[in-house]
């Protein structure tokens, strides 16, 4: 996610800004920026750096090189348009009077361009936040230079996610902010005001603070903040004194990043679905396929690395049940060594969080010389992997810190459904109504996962069970299936435990051999069709003394006959339960990782990225 920070006060702004920037670093970033008002000169000024923030600390001598007490500043995780310096905010308006940084996505921001378009106004940048920042000046004037009124207008008028900073040179000690989804806060000290995405950016000048609701305004100046709701009239808000240290501030309050994005899921989730969904159709414009060109493929292979792989087990059963299209999910470590069969008539899905996973991007490169055309389902704009595909889906997760992915993992599954419903859409194996069902039955997926994680705490006593175990098998049939390589990927990776994810009609072709008295057997049970057949692989194994978890979907109470501990997950359609049955195997990994005492965020022997052989 993009940092921002804002400072209105006694000091010098730009090292206060840096400083805060500095504070935000954690939240991943490709560029950054700084604005300040010169008294002065009477003009605002904007320096930008691509890359590290040190490039901008060092273009400004540390922020020196900018005079005036009032300023704003960002650090930039791409979302629309690469990463560079031209991309980079403070973005500003045309004659320089409005200038504007910005966390979230305008998902509008292609009307609201075209209407600005026809207005006159031109665009330099790639960026949604550009074309706010020219809306709020197109409103500022067009009703009788008011900010506030700008401010209102510019929330009435977008849909999305945003927390905006905004300076206007015609009032050069205040800034106004606003902010619907995108976190936000505003710190008050002695004559100075502070604002920024993140607590951490400001706990050295202050611990009193205000939360600003969604669809609220706020004008901040050195004497203090007004609030103002979206018909422009004063509210009151409550000043909170922050008690968290700087380290927990970073994580949100949470004790590691992981939980945090594990949290984090319910939102990601959404804002992936809003990026490609448009009036309750799977909308690809943005992405660039035709629809001619995705009837067209004859195949498709799913490649990826480690969860990203997963993510391709369990896109299979989708698609091969929606689109009726041959489909194969390849390692990337191997399919780049075997001389794949694939042609101009194969679509080839590269996943991948980072975009820089080195087997990854030579599968990509690999199967283009063979004539396939690529999508990359990734996170990281502007990536290798994006860069060199010939379309790119990117998730709207954001940065993830914990090298254990969740959120991603969780964005890039319903990336994988909407391909899988699109395409069968143009192929004509579901029809319009079908389309509308899966794509309701899609938005519900992200409050469905917020009633998962209300209620950890079975799953936190049973973790204290786990974690003596030094053997687990994962077993489950079709998405279930997959749905276990990741349950066993995430426990094995974070609390070093032995685990393996097996299809449950294999155990008796051999692993059974290994089920003894208290080997911890954890069933995945979501395919109602499936659900008798694996039930009696538990109880095979439950037979031999084995401990069994169940995680089945609500109303299947009798799998408690065989289950010693059973999590039960909200109802969902069959082919969509792997972004809910994932969900209390991402808390169990985590909560056996943390009783041991590992270090959850950074587990050994493991880089985030493996961008090596
Ligand atoms: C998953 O928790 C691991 N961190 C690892 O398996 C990861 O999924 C894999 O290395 C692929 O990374 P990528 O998605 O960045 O390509």
Known sequence: MCGIVGYIGKQQAGPVLLDGLKKLEYRGYDSAGIAVYDEFAKKTEIVKAKGRLSALVEKTDGGKSLKGTCGIGHTRWAT???PSELNAHPHFSDDGKVVAVHNGIIENYAELKQKLLNKGYEFYSQ?????????????YEKYGNDPVTAMERFILRTRGSYAIAVMFYDFPREIYVARKDSPMIIGVSDGEAFLASDVPAILKY??????????EIARLTDGGVTFYNVDREVIQKELVEIKWDAEAAEKGGYEHFMMKEICEQPKVVKDTINCAVKDGKVDFSEIGVTDEQLKAFKQVYIIGCGSAYHVGMVALYVMEKLARVPTRVELASEFR???PL???????VVISQSGETADSLAALREAKKLGATTLAIVNVVGSSIARDADFVFYTKAGPEISVATTKAYSTQLIACYLLAIKMARVNGSIDETRENELIAELTTIPDKISELLKDEREIQQFANVVAAKSNVFFVGRGEDYAVCMEGSLKLKEISYIHSEAY??????????SLIEEGTLVIGVLTQDELYEKTISNMVETKSRGALIMGVTVKGR???ESTADITVYVPKTDPLFTASLAVVPLQLLAYYVSAYKGYDVDKPRNLAKSVTVE
């Open 503 to 512: 299809a449950a009609g294999e155990l008796k072709h051999g692993t059974i």
């Open 337 to 339: 060594y075997r001389s």
């Open 206 to 215: 202050t611990r009193n603070v205000y939360y600003i609701g969604d669809r």
């Open 557 to 559: 109470e009798n799998v």
């Open 342 to 348: 694939i042609d101009e008539n194969t679509l080839v």
């Open 80 to 82: 629309h348009g690469e």
């Open 127 to 139: 960026t949604d936040t550009e074309i706010a920042t020219k809306l709020i000046c197109y409103y």
